[in-house]
């Protein structure tokens, strides 16, 4: 019991810095970014690095706490970035325990499914506060091209650091044993 809590806090001690750390360097460092148009969310990163790794409980926890941080940083409407990365955590989460198995392309197919879903949430969210007088409206053309080169350029970069710490055996993900895969395989094909 004592090595489950001590293996727990370490975990979430973990995922603490690491969302501090992408939260900081989004912040600082990426707000003088050369290429105002190509916006990564590390944030959102490490809610599908969570998502996959530990399911969706840990994947919508850390989603909510990026979530918030995000929100009180940016100025926006305070619980949109929380509710859409507590959502978006979940989803991956589903995705890791249920779909996904753990391979690079999966990752790829992980972080494009889940950075779209981030957008489309963030856009639905800003257009329903911008009807109700809060801000105004996001124009549907530039929010397009947002939309596209922001979810390529997360996918790209998380992919790079997916790689980093699955070779650094940080990440532990859920494995699907494999008569689970046959049965899945064998049942589709007849």
């Avoid at 947002?146 to 650094?168: C, H, Q």
Wanted: proline share 3%; hydrophobic share 50%.
């Amino acid at each position: 019991m004592m090595q489950n809590t001590a293996k727990a806090t370490r975990s979430v001690l973990a995922y603490a810095i690491l969302v501090a750390s992408a939260i900081t360097i989004q912040t600082t460092v990426l707000h003088f970014w050369p290429f105002q148009m190509l916006f990564v969310d590390l944030g959102l990163i490490v809610v599908i690095w969570a998502g996959l790794a530990r399911g969706p409980r840990s994947g919508m926890s850390v989603g909510f706490v990026t979530g918030l941080l995000e929100d009180s940083l940016s100025g926006s409407a305070l619980g949109t970035n929380a509710l859409v990365k507590t959502l978006v955590g979940a989803f991956c989460g589903a995705l890791g325990t249920k779909v996904l198995p753990n391979s690079p392309v999966a990752h790829l197919l992980a972080l494009f499914a889940c950075s779209l879903l981030d957008y489309v949430l963030l856009y639905l969210l800003q257009a329903l506060t911008a009807q109700a007088g809060y801000h105004e409206s996001l124009d549907s053309g530039r929010f397009v091209m947002l939309m596209i080169a922001g979810v390529l350029s997360t996918t790209v970069l998380g992919m790079i650091v997916f790689r980093f710490f699955s070779k650094n055996r940080f990440y532990k993900p859920l494995r699907v044993p494999d008569d689970v895969i046959q049965k899945e395989h064998l049942s589709a094909a007849g």
